[in-house]
């Protein structure tokens, strides 16, 4: 147990190294230019659940039903035009019918004027119609509809106390390190911390990015209690009689390096979640009691739920 206190987070002193247990959570590391300075975002919380199927059926349902509406009004019969005044000038009277030429797809007052055929009263010949816009019930409808279609696809989310409280944590965390951060919001609506591009966070970054920008666990990493501290803060919490320590999901090649280096901390983790939430999960009272030991006392205004013991 000695051992173990010794490695504690209270037993050691605060560096830059301790920023790593961001990294083995939902951390990020982002180099600038040729790799001269870099910053990390994190983003907290649970990912947002997909928008429901049934929803989208619904909705595609409700279009269906106003394209329908669309076309019946479309169909319906026009009001016949109202009888216009006689020409003063007589013109010649044609042997053409204004139904013959429907198939031109023409106004009949402009048949008339091209063939010199008086349009007269009576129905509008089969295949004329009015041009779609004010006055087209179907048009309306479709203005309307598209006027009152949502510009955002997702509505906003509440906000997560839980994860409101690990923002400022770990804002907290990254200034006594002596590296000022500020909170704001990812584009899914979750809390994200971002600090500004430093030139003493670049060693970090490179040691966490390969060539192609993705995430890589650096050679000889061990976890310790400040780097479990953080990670703590960041995405641990209690999952009924279990602990789980939230890992990246989209950078799962992690998952088993992690797992390898927190069984040799002795914490005797397995992997748990799924694709959208993975995590590292201790079982046991005592193996829960020694990550306890190695994150060491919880913060004053802890959240119910988040600190292992």
Do not use: N
């Not at 910053?39 to 349902?61: F, H, M, N, Y």
């Not at 995430?215 to 009689?241: I, M």
């Not at 320590?245 to 979640?273: F, K, N, Q």
């Amino acid at each position: 147990m000695g051992q173990l206190s010794f490695w504690s987070a209270d037993a050691r002193p605060r560096g830059l190294g301790d920023l790593e247990g961001l990294l083995c959570g939902p951390g990020q590391a982002e180099l600038f230019g040729r790799g001269s300075a870099a910053r990390l975002v994190i983003v907290l919380g649970p990912p947002p659940q997909p928008e429901d199927d049934a929803g989208e059926d619904a909705d595609a349902r409700d279009d269906a039903e106003d394209d329908a509406e669309d076309d019946a009004e479309d169909d319906a019969e026009v009001p016949d035009a109202p009888a216009e005044p006689a020409f003063e000038d007589p013109v010649p009277d044609l042997d053409v019918d204004l139904e013959d030429l429907a198939f031109l797809d023409l106004d009949p007052d402009e048949l008339a004027a091209r063939f010199g055929v008086r349009a007269g009263p009576g129905p509008r010949p089969t295949g004329v119609s009015l041009p779609r816009g004010c006055g087209d019930p179907g048009f309306e409808r479709q203005q309307s509809r598209i006027a009152r279609t949502p510009v955002c696809d997702r509505p906003p989310q509440a906000e997560d106390p839980v994860a409101r409280w690990r923002a400022r944590a770990v804002c907290c965390a990254l200034e006594a390190r002596g590296v000022p951060a500020e909170v704001g919001h990812a584009g899914d609506g979750r809390p994200e911390v971002r600090t500004a591009f430093r030139t003493d966070l670049a060693d970090l970054a490179r040691g966490w990015t390969t060539d192609r920008g993705t995430k890589v666990l650096p050679p000889g990493f061990e976890l310790d209690g400040p780097r479990l501290r953080l990670w703590v803060l960041a995405a641990g919490g209690r999952d009924g009689r279990a602990y789980s320590l939230g890992l990246d999901p989209v950078a799962r090649c992690l998952d088993e390096l992690l797992l390898t280096a927190s069984r040799r901390a002795g914490l005797g983790a397995t992997l748990a979640g799924d694709g959208r939430s993975p995590a590292l999960r201790i079982v046991g009272a005592r193996r829960q009691g020694r990550l306890g030991e190695l994150v060491g006392r919880p913060p004053r205004d802890l959240v119910e739920g988040i600190w292992p013991v």
